[in-house]
């Protein structure tokens, strides 16, 4: 069974950093795109970042780029964010979400999400 | 920019038949495949529609995809509606190496 598990959420206040893991298991790891996507309180889906099974491909949507990092530890079957220079705009429930097969794809599976709030 | 516009929110009987539109901002949307997700209150999104009509296993066959060149629109279409089927709706495609995502549309079975 495929499953994702995010963890890593928290508070924290702005110009504070946090990285968040994605545990995948039940499939091979190293063989998928990935991407994290955010959920504002109320708010709809919008995608982060993503990283090619390698990881020498990643992506950013332009509102993170040069303040959050995507990455992935093929032996650890794990999925990273790590985020700095956070804002209160960035306040969401982060997913991580497997490709279905390559970057042109969408999401067959998702997490169940982990809460980050950016506040003072 | 490539932006995917849905309606906000579109209302239904049980039993009946709705149609949810996603449309293109620019360029084809027939040119990347269009994927649509379910999200109940509270819980992850779930894919209900992939490669613009292809259902995974375990969804019902009322659920429909299409493409519109025409229109430059996708469409979800629920049949035989049921009080489970409320909730959130996202059209999702690609862009540039980015996954872009319509604003949603809030599905009422009432």
């Known amino acids: 069974e495929v499953q994702l598990v995010e963890s890593g959420g928290g508070l924290v206040q702005p110009g504070g950093s946090l990285r968040l893991s994605c545990a995948a298991s039940?499939?091979?790891?190293?063989?998928?795109?990935m991407s994290w996507v955010r959920q504002a309180p109320g708010k709809g889906l919008e995608w982060v970042a993503n990283?090619?099974?390698?990881?020498?491909?990643?992506y950013y949507v332009d509102s993170v780029k040069g303040r959050f990092t995507i990455s992935r530890d093929n032996a650890k079957n794990s999925l990273y964010l790590q985020m700095n220079s956070l804002r209160v705009e960035d306040t969401a429930v982060y997913y991580c979400a497997r490709h279905r097969l390559g970057p042109y794809e969408g999401a067959d599976y998702w997490g169940q999400g982990t809460l980050v709030t950016v506040s003072s | 920019n490539f932006m995917l516009t849905q309606p906000h929110s579109v209302s239904e009987s049980p039993g009946k038949t709705v149609t949810i539109s996603c449309t293109g901002s620019?360029?084809?949307?027939?040119?990347?495949?269009v994927q649509w997700y379910q999200q109940r209150p509270g819980s992850a999104p779930t894919t209900v529609i992939y490669e613009d009509n292809q259902r995974p296993s375990g969804v019902p066959d009322r659920f429909s995809g299409s493409i519109d060149s025409s229109s430059n629109s996708a469409s979800l279409t629920i049949s035989g509606l049921k009080t489970e089927d409320e909730a959130d709706y996202y059209c999702q495609s690609y862009d540039s190496s980015k996954w872009v995502f319509g604003g949603g549309t809030k599905l009422t079975v009432l």
């Open positions: 620019s360029g084809s949307i027939a040119s990347n495949y």
């Open positions: 990283i090619k099974q390698d990881g020498s491909e990643k």
């Open positions: 039940g499939f091979t790891f190293s063989s998928y795109w």
